[in-house]
């Protein structure tokens, strides 16, 4: 019995360890997702176009 006891601790310790790096990468990739929202980053080129406040008019309603 004194077997299972050593493979049920080396489980448990390579679950914890197993939790912990999930958990940095979590934060590490949380952390970059947030600087990338703040720098608009995450957009592409036509969503910052239209998400910068046109105030609802497109290019075609402009008069030149």
Do not use: I, Y
């Not at 790096?21 to 176009?49: C, I, N, T």
């Amino acid at each position: 019995m004194g077997e299972k006891d050593d493979r049920a601790e080396r489980l448990a310790a390579q679950l914890r360890a197993n939790l912990r790096r999930r958990k940095a990468q979590a934060r590490a990739g949380s952390q970059g997702s947030d600087q990338a929202a703040a720098s608009g980053a995450h957009l592409p080129a036509s969503q910052e176009a239209s998400s910068a406040g046109n105030s609802g008019e497109s290019a075609d309603d402009t008069v030149a």
